[in-house]
């Protein structure tokens, strides 16, 4: 089993039934693990502050959403976390792709890749690195069930690595 | 023109038990808690170009209630993106309002930049097949009836008059009692 395939296992264990995603490369892998699904609805957004408020509501509304997107588009759901996920104590579960890291040989992503980590600290936001090596479905469900039990946001962070 | 008040009696008047309400933040959601709506009320206070999104959300999820939400002309113009997203993911449950006074009125009625935005045309080009133009209260039960019928998402827009003497009730209930209170 691919990573991707056990990041959706793991959404699929945690009875996620909504993933609200713009992709990047390597959402874009879990993302087509999430159109395979039998239990999880694909959403395709334009923006990452929608995919924020489209996996809400579908918390609101009895489901679980979640939230695939990169980094850069993490760093521009700063107003919506605060106004929307964190003021109404909104469960919200994501997983973002860590471009520009070491890991990541694409030099353009390394500015992203340099910010990521100390915005999430900045912002309070809970979060994890991945473990590819480790198990993907348990890490992303009990993502979700963070999310879920503190009603508010967590963050799984994957490489390009923790998807092959 | 017409003041937004009456366009909003007559909406909450043209809801169900059925319907879910998302209100967008501003004086809708600062009268919402004044009024008595037969739907469950979603009210934000922040997060401007939220209330669609949120909605969209609901509507998946839910696809045996009919979703409205509330929009103002100057959140949609912060993220119009929002109607292609709506238009690909094509649910008939959901109703987009919005609400068209040229000012960002609840942060003290500054203009919207100037531009002549010809919002029907622009969520038909986003993919949106059900558009229509509300020009007075009386209408919009009418309206919103034939937007439920409709077989994708539907956008009504209200040309409302820009009050600044309206006498807009202060928010009134905490978000987090917003969420708790919020059941389907």
């Not at chain 2, 919402?32 to 009320?41: E, F, G, K, N, Q």
């Not at chain 2, 609400?99 to 080009?125: F, I, K, T």
Request: proline share 7%; with cysteine.
């Amino acid at each position: 089993m691919s990573g991707a395939v056990a990041i959706v296992r793991g959404l699929e264990d945690a009875g996620v039934t909504l993933a609200a995603s713009v992709p990047d490369t390597w959402i874009g892998k879990i993302m087509a693990a999430v159109r395979a699904s039998a239990k999880v609805r694909a959403v395709d957004v334009a923006r990452e502050e929608e995919a924020v408020a489209v996996a809400c509501g579908a918390n609101l509304a009895g489901g679980r959403g979640a939230v695939l997107i990169q980094n850069a588009g993490l760093l521009n759901c700063g107003g919506i976390l605060a106004g929307l996920v964190e003021l109404y104590r909104l469960p919200c579960f994501f997983i973002v792709s860590l471009r520009g890291d070491h890991r990541d040989p694409v030099y353009y992503h390394a500015p992203k890749g340099r910010v990521t980590e100390a915005t999430l600290q900045a912002w309070r936001l809970p979060h994890a690195l991945a473990d590819g090596k480790g198990d993907l479905a348990a890490q992303v469900k009990r993502g979700v069930e963070f999310s879920v039990e503190s009603r508010g946001p967590f963050v799984l962070l994957v490489s390009g690595e923790d998807l092959a | 023109m017409i003041p937004r008040k009456p366009f909003l009696d007559a909406l909450v008047t043209a809801l169900t038990p059925q319907d879910v309400l998302v209100s967008c933040l501003g004086a809708n959601a600062r009268w919402l808690p004044h009024m008595t709506v037969p739907a469950p009320v979603f009210a934000l206070c922040d997060s401007m170009g939220a209330a669609i999104p949120l909605a969209l959300g609901i509507a998946l999820t839910r696809p045996e209630r009919h979703v409205v939400a509330l929009e103002g002309d100057g959140s949609l113009l912060m993220s119009p993106n929002v109607l292609a997203t709506v238009a690909a993911a094509c649910p008939s449950n959901l109703t987009c309002v919005l609400w068209l006074n040229g000012h960002y009125e609840s942060s003290g009625g500054q203009m919207l930049p100037g531009a002549p935005v010809d919002w029907g045309a622009l969520a038909r080009a986003s993919g949106i097949g059900h558009v229509a133009t509300v020009a007075e209260p009386a209408a919009l039960a009418a309206a919103l009836a034939a937007a439920r019928k409709a077989a994708g998402p539907a956008l009504l827009i209200l040309p409302i008059a820009f009050d600044p003497a309206e006498e807009i009730p202060p928010y009134s209930e905490r978000p987090e009692d917003i969420t708790a209170r919020f059941r389907l």
